[in-house]
T-cell receptor, first 112, second 115 residues
Framework: AQSVSQHNHHVILSEAASLELGCNYSYGGTVNLFWYVQYPGQHLQLLLKYFSGDPLVKGIKGFEAEFIKSKFSFNLRKPSVQWSDTAEYFCAVGEGGFKTIFGAGTRLFVKA | KAGVTQTPRYLIKTRGQQVTLSCSPISGHRSVSWYQQTPGQGLQFLFEYFSETQRNKGNFPGRFSGRQFSNSRSEMNVSTLELGDSALYLC??????????????FGEGSWLTVV
């Protein structure tokens, strides 16, 4: 069965530190890839997505992610985090079977 | 344009009862998906509907069912509620077109507590 793995369940960083959240998936066919964010008390929002073209995609709030097909990975990065980035981050994979599968999520806490 | 709207936002039910949750997708979106979100399990895919047809479903028991109407609005139903059904139920809508990226957009969810 298709699956999405997020390597870290909890991450604690200080402001201005760099962030990289790992995501790997198991589906071997063509995929659409997403990162969603859920800020405390808010609903899930799209950070960025990849479905074709340049494998390095940029999203909102300075986030970017790189699709590496050979590694089945779609890691999320941000060079300098802010306290306001404290949230839960979900990697998701959409495959042709009309469903989008989510990873378990990574809770990021940024210390001011 | 308006986002995904879910009703009710909060509800409390007793074990053995049934519940129906409603979702209105973004205007023009024909695909509606449902997810169950719990602290321990993350987001679990329930099912996806497109033009009134269920195209895919997750690994949930038959007590979980759904449907989609001709105006793309969707409902999900859970019968014979169990304590473990307590969760946030999320509805998401999209164009349903995989080749164009098929981004799904979430509603705020319906918080269900089973007592």
């Amino acid at each position: 069965a298709q699956s999405v793995s997020q390597h870290n369940h909890h991450v604690i960083l200080s402001e201005a530190a760099s962030l990289e959240l790992g995501c790997n998936y198991s589906y071997g066919g063509t995929v659409n890839l997403f990162w969603y964010v859920q800020y405390p008390g808010q609903h899930l929002q799209l950070l960025l997505k990849y479905f074709s073209g340049d494998p390095l995609v940029k999203g909102i709030k300075g986030f970017e992610a790189e699709f590496i097909k050979s590694k089945f990975s779609f890691n999320l990065r941000k060079p300098s985090v802010q306290w306001s980035d404290t949230a839960e981050y979900f990697c998701a994979v959409g495959e042709g079977g009309f469903k989008t599968i989510f990873g378990a999520g990574t809770r990021l806490f940024v210390k001011a | 344009k308006a986002g995904v709207t879910q009703t009710p936002r909060y509800l409390i039910k007793t074990r053995g009862q049934q519940v129906t949750l409603s979702c209105s997708p973004i205007s023009g979106h024909r695909s509606v998906s449902w997810y169950q979100q719990t602290p321990g399990q993350g987001l679990q895919f329930l099912f996806e509907y497109f033009s009134e047809t269920q195209r895919n479903k997750g690994n949930f028991p038959g007590r979980f069912s759904g449907r989609q109407f001709s105006n793309s609005r969707s409902e999900m139903n859970v019968s014979t509620l169990e304590l473990g059904d307590s969760a946030l139920y999320l509805c998401a809508s999209s164009s349903g077109d995989f080749l164009s990226g098929n981004t799904i957009y979430f509603g705020e969810g319906s918080w269900l507590t089973v007592v």
